[in-house]
């Protein structure tokens, strides 16, 4: 009898105290001195007392003890297993109907050299036969469409017109279409927001990376000029409107100070509490660091960094809580490049699994005019992911963002570890969510 290695123990969250949450199943159990004790026992060898049988008894039960490892192994490959099926019923594909943008940004790896690939009528015409081919095929009901690039609203048009098609299509089907969409929001407008929402429910995610000097230190257009006022104004118009929309953000470790200014702004603004969240999260540099993704983060400063930011947000009641619940939700599972039905289609119709290193089409698993079976992610072939043997996080993590780790090192036998984000995020996430539900209660040993 052992303590799963997928559980992580919080001592002294109240005196004599603890927590036990099985990273696994997202489930927390309060247990006394004596219990945490015995747990360590039993792990080493010991047979229970007569006394602890009902515990032990309880927490096998639950998944925080485990006969031995091959019963760790099980659960992990059943959870996995489970994951890989992403969005229940639904086909999760990311279009980029460009990959120009109209921004340069000081971090992003397009900077030197940007794309101005864009899908031509024919690759359009394909893509969406692709897609709903995979409908039929999988007996799907649902499609969710997420637009990215590049930068999406250089292309209006095809947003518009593809919006158009699936959802009639879909509603043809018996079925549901929703949408999303990453935009720098340089040119993000009411009347293209609306045209949008006629064909399904969507939302807008914008970056702002911090107060007005950082953001117009950071994106910029092409010739230099800053970006922000034109962002802001643009967000506040949408939200006031009543369109759905998500802020982000993108920060180095020493910018909080920046990004508490945007919150303030924010606020001020009137729109704060009408954005449908606010989420912040660290990056890498890879002008100074000469390759990687914009997508990437890492380190125990940018970890702070990210606490101290979510703590505001949610201090402020801007938007739902996020170190409670969506910053935790969204870790845990593995991301959308181990899901059956997620696909990213670049403008030349290569189909990928991963969206970061969409345009590298030596990565594509597929075509949209091709037939015939796609094959293994080269992402993925080598499941990297084995190296990291008895992380109590490799089953939300799973090797982290492996397109963003190729981006950086060009090798597909590498994970992105980031697990001194996920202990302090966890530990925050999961010890607030405790004290929260158990605020009066006596200890506890029986499953959340």
Sequence with gaps: MQMSRFVVAYPDVRPGEHVLYSVLDDRYVGVDDLTLAAVARWTAGAAPSADEAETQQILLDDGFLVPDRGGDDARLRAHLEAASEGIPGTLYVTLMPTLQCNLACSYCFQKENPAFTKMSSPTEDATLEWILRQIDARALRHLKVHYFGGEPTTRKDYCVRTARMLSASMAARGGTFDWQMTTNGVLLDLPF?????????????????????????????????????????????????GSKVRVGGNFFPDQAKSFESLLDRLEKSGVAHKLQGIRFKPIVDTQRLGSGSCTSCSGSEETATLVQLNKSIERRKLAPPVLAGEMLESMLGPCELHWKN??????????????AVAGLSDLAVTHVARSGAEKIAPLVELRPWEQCGDCAYMPVCVGGCLGGQYLKTHRLDQVACKKDLFEQSFHEAVVRRYLAEFSEEPVRTEAA
């Design 342 to 355: 997620n696909y990213t289609i670049d403008p030349e119709g290569h189909v990928y699994k991963c969206p």
């Design 193 to 241: 927001a609306k045209a949008m929402e006629e064909f399904g429910k969507g939302t807008f995610k914008v970056t702002l990376d911090g107060d007005k000097e950082t953001h117009d230190r950071e994106r910029v257009y092409r010739d230099g000029r800053g970006s922000f006022d034109v962002i802001f104004d643009n967000v506040v118009a949408l939200a006031t409107a």
